[in-house]
């Protein structure tokens, strides 16, 4: 099993950026981003193929977060731009042997997650 360290969450502004990095001590075929949201269950951010030519998105965070994923490295990131308040959550780190999906499921790995808030 993939073990799976994320980074770099933090207090922003509304309207700010930031940027996840998850670190994996192998490979994966895909590699994703969940998140759960105050008293929310937990729910798809992004995902990314292994050759980075699948992506996909919640409709909430499309045009404003991107994923990306350096294979030499094992790494993942998400960048998030014009953040907002109800982006606050803890995000999660997941890697799996399936499509990219939106199924937390589809995920065998998951890292102990990072939180974000998003100041109004």
């Known amino acids: 099993q993939v073990q799976l360290v994320e980074s770099g969450g933090g207090l922003v502004q509304a309207g700010g950026s930031l940027r996840l990095s998850c670190a994996a001590s192998g490979r994966s075929f895909t590699m994703g981003w969940f998140r759960q949201r105050p008293g929310k269950e937990r729910e798809f951010v992004a995902a990314i193929s292994r050759s980075s030519l699948k992506t996909s998105y919640a409709d909430s965070v499309k045009g404003r977060f991107t994923i990306s994923r350096d294979n030499v490295q094992n790494t993942v990131s998400l960048q998030m731009n014009n953040l907002r308040p109800e982006d606050t959550a803890v995000y999660y780190c997941?890697?799996?042997?399936?499509?990219?999906?939106?199924?937390?499921?589809?995920?065998?790995?998951w890292g102990q997650g990072t939180e974000v808030t998003v100041s109004s």
């Open positions: 997941a890697s799996g042997e399936q499509w990219p999906s939106p199924n937390g499921a589809a995920y065998s790995s």
